[in-house]
């Protein structure tokens, strides 16, 4: 027997009397149907008439949660928990479900969209939280603007399966731990033993270092057999000896003024000035040479010079092979947003008569350009706005998260040994 027969031989006008004596007053009819009227409308607010699904009703949400999905895809950087310092600004990102004609009702309905970002088939409440731990955590992924397919869904996989299983093996966190105590105590001691002295700390910044060591480590294993830097004062100390391998004994000794002012042009803040060359083994094998280009000029300056040294090396030494060579070039937030040979150098980046396959930029952002906040210092949300003119991504990674950094420079290794082109981080 049909099990609601009992409806279909009731008589039709009685039940539409009881409705509308329910909607009058739900307490006017029996409480059975005060059940069947409030199932009977919330099948006509979820589904269609007669009972039948509304293939338009789902695909419309369908479509709400997918725009949800590259809403996050496209702006969730700008709620990552990228800044140690102090609360972000609220950029408006727009992505409570109610921007999209969602609701909360919605929550426990199951999408099929749940499968764009890998996690199949999945209640909104589940997206929403795999999307909020991808592009709200400690990394904030700018890359939608990218134009070629093949690198966005590369880059795409990368964001979406990669960062949430990062868990680098113990020999590796004890590498970054390492890296990351010699920059802090090279600091302190400086501090300590040369209070007073003119001195451009990386402090702050110390995840430079580990960051630096991944990316050199990672680029070796990819087949860089040279690595050219370029940087201000800020820091360059903590890079030669951590980075570089200087002692420490060529350092201090700078600091007690072991050099010849007249032949470098002034004194003070000339050991920051020097560049240096030397030769590592990276803890998996491979031999790398190492290059630190002098930088005695204003800032960014320095950013032609890498790139001329590279690109000569690419012609006269590694037979047009642009993969054996890998600039790395650390900029100030202030001076890669406020020195126009920022753009020169990234606009010329693709071009075949200058390019070196691809740049590593890494910025060092303190917040405070001198003595001027970011919000008087540039018209753009980020400093690398200049990013989006070639399309290279942009990571905007939380400095106090030292493994979600090296995760990053690993990253932008990868996507310059693939792509031959810039990435910011």
Known sequence: MDKYSYIANAHSGVIDDMYQSYKADSNSVDISWQRFFEGFEFSLQKYGENGEVSTEAVSNKELAVRDLIHAYRSRGHLKS????????????????????????????????????????????????????????????????????????????????????????????????????NEAVVFENFLHTKYLGQKRFSLEGGETTIPALDAAINRGAELGVQEVVMGMAHRGRLNVLVNIMGKTYEQVFNEFEGGYVPDQTMGDGDVKYHMGFSSQIVTPSGHTVDLKLAPNPSHLEAVNPVVEGFARAKIDGLYENDNSKIMPILIHGDAAIAGQGIGYELVQMSKLAAYTTGGTIHFVINNQVGFTTDFDEARSSIYCTDLAKTVDAPVLHVNGDNPEAVVFCMKVAVEYRQKFKRDIFV
């Open 81 to 180: 928990k990228t800044n140690p310092v102090r609360e972000r600004k609220d950029r408006r990102a727009l992505l409570d479900i109610e921007d999209f004609g969602l609701s909360k009702e919605d929550l426990d309905t199951e999408f099929e969209c749940g499968n764009v970002i890998g996690i199949g088939r999945a209640t909104l409440k589940k997206i929403i939280a795999a999307l909020q731990d991808i592009y709200e955590g400690s990394v904030g992924f700018e890359y939608m603007y990218i134009r070629k397919p093949d690198i966005l869904e590369w880059f795409k996989e990368k964001v979406e399966r990669e960062a949430l299983h990062f868990n680098p093996p113990i020999e590796e966190k004890k590498q970054i731990l390492s890296k990351l």
